[in-house]
C-alpha cells in the first residue's frame, strides 16, 4: 500500500468518525430536550403544558384524568343552552321538598339539593306564585335548576353526578322612570287603573295615603292625582317589574300632599314630605287597598240582630280574598277563630296600642300566635265569616283596651329632617320633582 492510499483511507475514516460523533450528540440533544423542556398533552381543543427538568409519569397521568374531567364539565355546562324546560309555580301549601319530589328519585340528591339552596336562601321564605324552573337532558335528568328569589337575582344549581354547584347570577337591569297625573271622577282605585298605573305601584300609593286619608271622604271629583315611579326592565328575562314611588302629590282643598322618596343618613329609605317631616304613622287608618267605606265607627242598627248597637269599628267593603295588611309593627296576640267575628287576627303594637281584623276568609301563611309582623305585611284575606252580611274587613283600633274610632286618630309622624340632613332633602326633593316634570312633559 503506498503512502498516497494510506492518507486516503485515514482522511475516510475521519469522516466517518466525525459525522458519526455529530449525529450522536445531535440524537443526545434531541432527547434531552423532550425530558427537560416542555411536554404538551393534547386532549381535544385543551392543551396542558408541564414544564420539568424531572419528569414523573404518574404526574402526568393524574394532570391527564385531570384535564379529561373538566372538559366533561365544560361539555356539560355547553349543553345546558339545549335542555328542556320545565316551570314549576309554588301553590298554597307547597314546600321545595314536595315540589323537587318528582324530579329525583335519589333521596340523598334530594338532600343536598335542599341544603345547597338554603345556603343562599331560606326555603322557609318561599312565596306562592313563586317560579321555579328545572332543565332536563334527552335522558330526562335535571342538570339544572333556578329559583328566582327576586327580580334581579337568581339561585342556580348546576347538578352532575358527582357533585352539586350552587351559586347566585345577577340579572341586568335597566332602570326607567314613569310618570302620570290624572284626575280623579270616582276612585283612586279605580281610576289609577284606568290611567294604567301598575296595581303593585297603586297599592303602594293607596297605603302611603292611607296614614291621612279617609278615602270616602276627603278625595272629591276633580282631585288631582300625581305620582313618578320606577320602571324596572329586566333584560335577561325580557321581563318588566316595578319598583318604589320617588314622588307623589294628592291635590285636596288646593293644598299639596306630596311624598317624596328620600335615604336617611342612618340608609334608611322612606318618605317625607316637603318641610322633611317623615310621613309614616305608627298605625294604618285603612288596611286595605282600594276598599269602600261601607260602616262607620258608632251606633248603628245592627244588620243581623235589629238592635240598635255601638260599631266599634269600621267596615270595608271589598271582594273577597282581597289582601289585609298589618296597621302597624307588632306581634300576633290572637289568630284564629272568634264568635261573631268569625276569622279574626289581633296585633298587639305596644303597651297602649292594639289593631283587630274581622270577618277574614283566611290568613296568610306564617301568621300565629306570637309571630312578628311589620307595617304592611300581609296578614289575611277578605271574607263574610262569622256574624256577616256581605265581603268585607271589620277594621277596629283599640286604645289602652278600649275600641276608638281610626278615622279620628291624630297619630304623631316618625323622624323630622334637620340641619345637614334635611339641606340634603331638599336638594333631592328638588331634583325628583324636576325629573318629573321633565318625564311627564317630554
Not at 72 to 84: H, M, P, R, T, V
Not at 240 to 255: E, H
Not at 337 to 353: A, C, F, P
Not at 401 to 407: A, D, T, V, W
Request: aromatic share 12%; no cysteine; glycine share 6%.
Amino acid at each position: 500500500m503506498t503512502l498516497s492510499s494510506f492518507k486516503t483511507i485515514k482522511f475516510i475514516l475521519f469522516l466517518l468518525i466525525f459525522f458519526f460523533s455529530i449525529y450522536i450528540m445531535t440524537n443526545g440533544y434531541i432527547n434531552l430536550k423532550n425530558y427537560t423542556n416542555i411536554l404538551e398533552v393534547k386532549n381535544e381543543n385543551k392543551k396542558v403544558v408541564l414544564q420539568s427538568e424531572n419528569i414523573d409519569n404518574n404526574y402526568i397521568d393524574n394532570k391527564i384524568k385531570s384535564l379529561n374531567k373538566n372538559i366533561e364539565i365544560d361539555k356539560k355546562k355547553i349543553d345546558l343552552s339545549f335542555l328542556n324546560e320545565t316551570k314549576i309555580i309554588v301553590k298554597k301549601n307547597d314546600t321545595f321538598s314536595k315540589i323537587i319530589d318528582p324530579f329525583f328519585e335519589n333521596n340523598e340528591k334530594k338532600y343536598l339539593i335542599i341544603k345547597e339552596v338554603n345556603k343562599k336562601f331560606n326555603l322557609k321564605n318561599l312565596n306562592i306564585n313563586q317560579e321555579i324552573f328545572f332543565y332536563s337532558n334527552d335522558k330526562k335528568e335535571v342538570v339544572k335548576l333556578v329559583l328566582p328569589v327576586t327580580f334581579e337575582t337568581d339561585i342556580i344549581l348546576e347538578i352532575f353526578q358527582d357533585r352539586i354547584k350552587s351559586y347566585e347570577e345577577k340579572n341586568e337591569i335597566v332602570k326607567e322612570i314613569n310618570a302620570l297625573e290624572f284626575k280623579i271622577t270616582s276612585s283612586l282605585y279605580k281610576d289609577g287603573l284606568n290611567a294604567g298605573i301598575p296595581i303593585s305601584i297603586l297599592t303602594n300609593a293607596i297605603r302611603l295615603y292611607s296614614f291621612d286619608i279617609d278615602f270616602q271622604r276627603d278625595i272629591q271629583k276633580d282631585t288631582l292625582f300625581q305620582v313618578s315611579y320606577e320602571k324596572l326592565i329586566n333584560i335577561n328575562k325580557n321581563k318588566t317589574s316595578y319598583g318604589k314611588i320617588k314622588y307623589i302629590n294628592l291635590k285636596i282643598d288646593n293644598k299639596d300632599l306630596e311624598y317624596f322618596l328620600f335615604e336617611t343618613d342612618d340608609k334608611k329609605i322612606d318618605y317625607f314630605n316637603e318641610s322633611g317631616k317623615n310621613v309614616k304613622k305608627s298605625l294604618l287608618k285603612t288596611p286595605i287597598d282600594g276598599a269602600r267605606l261601607s260602616s262607620n265607627f258608632g251606633m248603628r242598627k245592627h244588620p243581623i240582630s235589629g238592635f240598635n248597637k255601638l260599631h266599634k269599628g269600621v267596615d270595608f267593603a271589598a271582594a273577597k280574598g282581597t289582601p289585609v295588611y298589618a296597621g302597624g309593627d307588632g306581634v300576633v296576640e290572637y289568630s284564629g277563630n272568634n264568635g261573631g267575628y268569625g276569622k279574626y287576627i289581633r296585633l298587639r303594637h305596644n303597651n297602649e296600642y292594639k289593631t283587630a281584623y274581622a270577618h277574614l276568609s283566611g290568613f296568610s301563611k306564617n301568621i300565629s300566635k306570637g309571630k312578628r309582623v311589620n307595617q304592611g305585611d300581609i296578614i289575611g284575606y277578605v271574607g263574610s265569616t262569622g256574624k256577616s252580611t256581605g265581603s268585607h274587613l271589620h277594621y277596629e283600633i283599640i286604645y289602652q283596651n278600649k275600641q276608638i274610632n281610626p278615622m279620628k286618630m291624630n297619630l304623631p309622624s316618625g323622624k323630622i329632617l334637620t340641619g345637614k340632613e334635611l339641606e340634603r332633602f331638599k336638594i333631592k326633593s328638588k331634583n325628583i320633582y324636576a325629573k318629573f316634570l321633565f318625564v311627564l312633559y317630554e
